[in-house]
Nanobody, 126 residues
Framework: QVQLVESGGGSVQSGGSLRLSCGAS????????MGWYRQAPGKGREFVSA???????TYAVSVKGRFTVSRDNTKNTMTLQMNSLKPEDTAMYYC????????????????????WGQGTHVTVSL
């Protein structure tokens, strides 16, 4: 029903910046929450940021103050601006979306997000 495609991943030095984008297609009218997760080797899928249809944002403590999430409901896109990147940010970054579920977006667990992109890899070197 909804397809998500991430872009913008790549390699950057510590302290640098990257901007990830997520484009949604299909039944985009069914989208409420959108968000970003990341997964590093040997770790579970980690919450990064979420943004509601009203543009209310939430960030993981590990990225707060460095990352900024935004969305354009008209264009069905979501962006993650990542500044002051650290090697610890190295991971596969996934775009996610969900229909209205009656819960704040940042409280959703990975299993609650209905739609996922295939991911875009971010590497931060020293």
């Amino acid at each position: 029903q909804v397809q998500l495609v991430e872009s913008g991943g790549g390699s950057v030095q510590s302290g640098g910046s990257l901007r990830l984008s997520c484009g949604a297609s299909g039944n985009t009218y069914n989208i409420d929450c959108m968000g970003w997760y990341r997964q590093a080797p040997g770790k579970g899928r980690e919450f990064v940021s979420a943004i509601g249809a009203d543009s209310t944002t939430t960030y993981a403590v590990s990225v707060k103050g460095r990352f900024t999430v935004s969305r354009d409901n008209t264009k069905n896109t979501m962006t993650l601006q990542m500044n002051s990147l650290k090697p610890e940010d190295t991971a596969m970054y996934y775009c996610a979306a969900s229909p209205p579920l009656g819960a704040p977006c940042h409280l959703l667990l990975p299993v609650n997000w209905n739609y996922w992109g295939q991911g875009t890899h971010v590497t931060v070197s020293l």
